[in-house]
Every structure is written in C-alpha cells, then in structure tokens.
C-alpha cells in the first residue's frame, strides 16, 4: 500500500485563480515533506519543503500546508499561470523519500 | 554545466545486451541515488550511495549493479535485462542522504527493453 497519495491524477484551473493540489501520506514518522513539479522530457524539480515541525511555509507564490493529525499536505499555487501546467509530485521522508504518482495541473489562459 | 546530467537520454537494448546509465552533478553533494519511475507508478528508489559509500540497496535485482566512482559520478550498469525493465531511470543527489535536504534531480534516461 503506498506510503503517500494524490488521489487527484488531473486539476485544471483558470489562469489567475488558486491551484490546490493534495496529498495524503499514512506513516506519522514523516519528518520531511517536499513538493516537486515536472516537465514532459524534463527530470522532477524542486519547488518547496516543510518540516514536521511548522504547519505553513511559503515562497513567493506557492505556499505548502502541513496538517499532521490528518497526514495531509497541500500545495497552494496563487496566482496561477499558464506556465505553471506540469505534474506535481508530492514528497516525504522517514528512512528514505517515498513519492505519489503526481498530479497534471494546467492552467487555462 | 550545472545540475544533475543524465546520458544517454534514450536507450533502446535487447535483452542480451550490457549498457551503462551515467550521472554527473555539478552542485558538490556528497550523496547520489538511482530511481525507477514506471507508468502510473510512484518513483522506486534502487540505490543510495553517500560520499562514495552505496548506503542503500532497495532488493534491486543484481541484473542492474551501481557504480560511484567518486561523489560527482554514478553509473548504473544493465545486463540480461527483462522488458519489465523499460522505465524512466532518474539519476538525483542531495547534500548528504540525511533526507532532510531535497534531491535534485537529472533529466532520466527513457529505457525500452525489447
């Protein structure tokens, strides 16, 4: 049974409105929690972390949320822009980093 | 060049044939990792090497066999493989394999098994 989950296999959004992408993870010694986003014919890059120990963290205009009684992490993407279509996978480590099968956002100009 | 280079980008073998994946990273990690990605599958880790030392075997078959040379380099070595094997090979390093710092990845290798 996999460790991490992205029950959303596709999100579309307008342009400009908030992309919510979510992941849901079942063991509670994660520690480490990390986005990443993808390019066809491109390697996954890094986007964003967050440590078990906050519940919010932000970088310009992606914003990651921790909840650990419910083992759910999310990605805020505000605004979002036609360059931000790609496939979003979500992260989490304990003794080695283990990845959902991603997300494919895209933005509708 | 920066970042984590991965060649060839595309490799086509036969099942008796023996090819090797090279990585290269240009950040000065001292950690290194081979990742499996299959269709609609979550990535696999298969090895783990931190500063030279292979630090992680996750029950690869020993049809495919890791080499790092130094800290800078990772090889993968293929032989007798089986079309199962076709999948998108990703080369990644991070500061140190502490997990608590974020694996930069290489743009894969697509391997076809035929």
């Known amino acids: 049974d996999p460790q991490v989950k992205q029950n959303s296999p596709s999100l579309s959004v307008q342009e400009g409105r908030i992309s919510i992408l979510n992941c849901d993870y079942t063991n509670s010694m994660f520690d480490y929690f990390l986005w990443y986003k993808k390019y066809p014919a491109e390697g996954p890059t890094f986007l964003i972390s967050?440590?078990?120990?906050?519940d919010k963290n932000e970088d310009g205009r992606f914003t990651v949320f921790l909840n650990k009684s419910a083992k759910h992490l999310s990605l805020h993407i505000v605004p979002s822009q036609p360059g931000d279509s790609a496939v979003y996978f979500c992260a989490a480590s304990r003794n080695q980093f283990y990845f959902g099968t991603g997300t494919s956002l895209t933005v509708i100009p | 060049e920066t970042g984590v280079t991965q060649t060839p980008r595309h490799l086509v073998m036969g099942m008796t044939n023996k090819k090797s994946l090279k990585c290269e990273q240009h950040l000065g990690h001292n950690a290194m990792y081979w990742y499996k990605q299959s269709a609609k599958k979550p990535l696999e880790l298969m090895f783990v090497y931190n500063f030279k030392e292979q630090t992680e075997n996750n029950s690869v078959p020993s049809r495919f066999s890791p080499e790092c040379p130094n800290s800078s380099h990772l090889f993968l070595h293929l032989h007798t493989l089986q079309p199962e094997d076709s999948a998108l090979y990703l080369c990644?390093?991070?500061?140190?394999?502490?997990?608590?710092?974020?694996?930069?990845f290489g743009n894969g290798t697509r391997l076809t098994v035929t």
């Open positions: 990644a390093s991070s500061r140190d394999d502490r997990l608590n710092s974020p694996l930069h």
């Open positions: 967050i440590s078990s120990i906050k």
